[in-house]
């Protein structure tokens, strides 16, 4: 029972703060949010901020030829509230993302669901919706 | 009891009227925070509205060709990326919302309400001193410029003077004429914003909006705004390209009429699309979809509360 109840507290906090971070654009209107996909690469930047987080990750496409992907997360205070900081990512760590499509291929963008870096096992797989 | 009724002495008159005065004021204390209450609109307001859906918006031909030109990769744009939007987004948006008033220091009289940013909208300052709006050259600020009245209850308020921005964050346009008249009532601890905006530019017919928020004294609601800093958002955009789709050329004109079945007309909104009456019109060329396939459950977050909208059985 205190388990569920957790679980219910942690959900409806992430969504509580998510929804101070997806007002710039709809998330709806910018990724296939019924559609995942997964790279695996080097990660070029990090930047913590807002009013949206991005990664930038050097991997391969579905093609195999290398891309820089965008990758979008949450607000930089969202994500501190989650545990990540502007030091949990560096430039030259190797992460497997699993995220929504971006609507145009070119741009070769993602929206965050999840992040492993296998090195050490850090994974983040909350939610800024 | 005959001597209770004697008149009053003129001194004694100023004070009962000084009293009444005080006692009879419409004015209302909307100071606060206040957390919003998503419950009407809520896919607009959350994870936002589908890419091309324009449904009971009375948008002009004007403006449904600037909103089918649109690509949300346009907001990556270095120059984009920290735009505010215009104050007709107070109804339109997700957010808590923090209330506090500027007095006058030797009156003690409310000379404005400030109305707190979000992390995309400047404070929205409503003036209540009597002050006349600026010329229609003037500047126009993220904040637009505002003034208010009360009318019993009811703080009314008219903006001018705004920035072109959106009436839906799926490109729908309002254009930098566009006028806001607001409704701001008090219930207890519920606050309802209806706001009315109308564009000469991109809307043949007002279009009426409304936001609910409760008082939540731990919302934890900023006055200002997050810092926002441009950065290379999308590495496509950074030989200066323009992001855009060609008149005829957007690719999603058809995936709310694929996904819902709502007919093509229907989504391509206009003033028709906002009445009862459309529904007849268009009742024939709808076949309900056999089962709901996204955003099926509303804004619910409670992992608990089984959803189950069709005869799967499947929760969703």
Known sequence: ?129 | MIKFLKPVPRWGLVIVIAFIGVSLSAEVDLSGTWANRGHQDWLDRGRGPDVVDYLGLPISEAGREKALAYTSALQSEPERQCEYYAPTYMVLGPFGLNIWNETDPVTSKIIAWRMGAWIDKDIDTVWMDGRAHPSKNAFHPYSGFTTGVWEGDTLTTRSTHMKVAYIRRNGTPTSDQTTLTEHIVRHGDILAIMGIIEDPVYLTEPAVMASIWEQDPHANVPRMSQACEPIAEDPRLEDGTVPHYLPGKNPFVNEVTQIYHIPQEAVMGGAETMYPEFRKKIKDKYIRPEKCDRYCCGPVTDPALKCIRDGSGKER
């Open chain 1, 1 to 129: 029972m205190k388990q569920k109840l957790m679980i219910l507290l942690v959900v409806a906090g992430g969504f509580l703060a998510g929804t101070r971070a997806l007002a710039h654009h709809s998330f709806a209107a910018t990724y296939f949010e019924d559609k995942t996909e997964k790279i695996e690469g080097n990660l070029v930047q990090f930047l913590f901020r807002n009013p949206h987080s991005f990664v930038q990750v050097e991997a391969e496409d579905e093609h195999g030829v290398m891309q820089r992907w965008a990758v979008e997360w949450g607000a930089g205070g969202q994500l501190g509230r989650q545990g990540v900081t502007r030091d949990t990512l560096k430039p030259g760590d190797h992460v497997i993302i699993v995220g929504n499509p971006g609507r145009n291929p070119e741009d070769h963008r993602m929206r965050m669901v999840n992040i492993t870096r296998p090195s050490d096992g850090w994974k983040w797989g909350g939610s800024f919706e």
